[in-house]
């Protein structure tokens, strides 16, 4: 695997991972033949189901054979091993998010958003706390329009926390030529702020993955 590295020109600690064949299509088609659950409308974790901030369905709790744990544990330690350095619990941990998601309406997105948001009490109580996110594309390019995945450059903001609907317009965006090919995967910090641009016509599918740490001062 190979894994390419975006940075931002104006901020050298702002890092971003893309690897272009993550997934064979026979290692996607061998994925979904575990999953046994329904997909239903997608919530988010502050608002519920709130189709203003994302409308998309979810089927939350997706099944990861052993073989994809080790081949993310082993994108995720490329990553992690030339940034951040986060202390991650092991790839086993029931404590990591799997999901897939769908867009399969046109206009539905997720508005901008970060996937953790922390409190003094995690850090206090060491909680486990989201510190890494994936996205690996599961449908093939030629079978939607629209629903980008666009990650901001996050740390220039007076206030990491503000809410969603104060942030002021952030132009830098991480660009990798083939985040829409099937198979890709694309790693970034929980903090990152990115979205799912809407959707223009047919359907995508993502699986999306929160890698956890214990809460601590870094």
Same mark, same amino acid.
């Given at each position: 695997?190979?894994?390419?590295?975006?940075?931002?020109?104006?901020?050298?600690?702002?890092?971003?991972?893309?690897?272009?064949?993550?997934?064979?299509?026979?290692?996607?088609?061998?994925?979904?033949?575990?999953?046994?659950?329904?997909?239903?409308?997608?919530?988010?974790?502050?608002?519920?189901?709130?189709?203003?901030?994302?409308?998309?369905?979810?089927?939350?709790?997706?099944?990861?054979?052993?073989? +994809?744990?080790? #081949?993310?544990? @082993?994108? %995720? &330690?490329?990553?992690?091993?030339? !940034?951040?350095?986060?202390?991650?619990?092991?790839?086993?941990?029931?404590?990591?998010?799997?999901?897939?998601?769908?867009?399969?309406?046109?206009?539905?997105?997720?508005?901008?958003?970060?996937?953790?948001?922390?409190?003094?009490?995690?850090? +206090?109580?060491? #909680?486990?706390? @989201?510190? %890494? &996110?994936?996205?690996?594309?599961? !449908?093939?390019?030629?079978?939607?329009?629209?629903?980008?995945?666009?990650?901001?450059?996050?740390?220039?903001?007076?206030?990491?926390?503000?809410?969603?609907?104060?942030?002021?317009?952030?132009?830098?965006?991480?660009?990798?030529?083939?985040?829409?090919?099937?198979?890709?995967?694309?790693?970034?910090?929980?903090?990152?702020?990115?979205?799912?641009?809407?959707?223009?016509?047919?359907?995508?599918?993502?699986?999306?993955?929160?890698?956890?740490?214990?809460?601590?001062?870094?």
């Amino acid at each position: 695997m190979k894994l390419t590295i975006s940075q931002d020109k104006n901020n050298s600690a702002d890092l971003c991972g893309h690897m272009e064949d993550f997934l064979s299509d026979s290692e996607i088609d061998s994925f979904y033949s575990y999953q046994t659950k329904p997909f239903k409308p997608a919530g988010t974790r502050y608002r519920g189901l709130d189709k203003s901030v994302r409308d998309c369905d979810k089927l939350g709790g997706a099944t990861v054979p052993t073989w +994809l744990r080790i #081949k993310l544990g @082993r994108a %995720i &330690s490329f990553y992690n091993d030339v !940034s951040y350095k986060f202390d991650l619990y092991p790839m086993d941990s029931t404590e990591h998010e799997f999901n897939i998601v769908r867009y399969k309406k046109k206009g539905q997105f997720f508005k901008p958003h970060r996937d953790c948001r922390p409190y003094l009490e995690h850090i +206090l109580e060491r #909680k486990s706390m @989201r510190k %890494i &996110s994936i996205s690996v594309q599961l !449908s093939d390019e030629s079978e939607y329009g629209g629903g980008n995945l666009e990650i901001a450059e996050s740390f220039t903001r007076k206030d990491l926390l503000a809410h969603n609907d104060n942030l002021p317009k952030n132009n830098f965006r991480h660009r990798f030529k083939t985040m829409k090919k099937k198979g890709s995967l694309t790693i970034f910090t929980s903090f990152h702020l990115h979205e799912s641009t809407p959707l223009l016509w047919g359907s995508r599918d993502v699986l999306v993955c929160f890698i956890h740490g214990e809460s601590k001062v870094w």
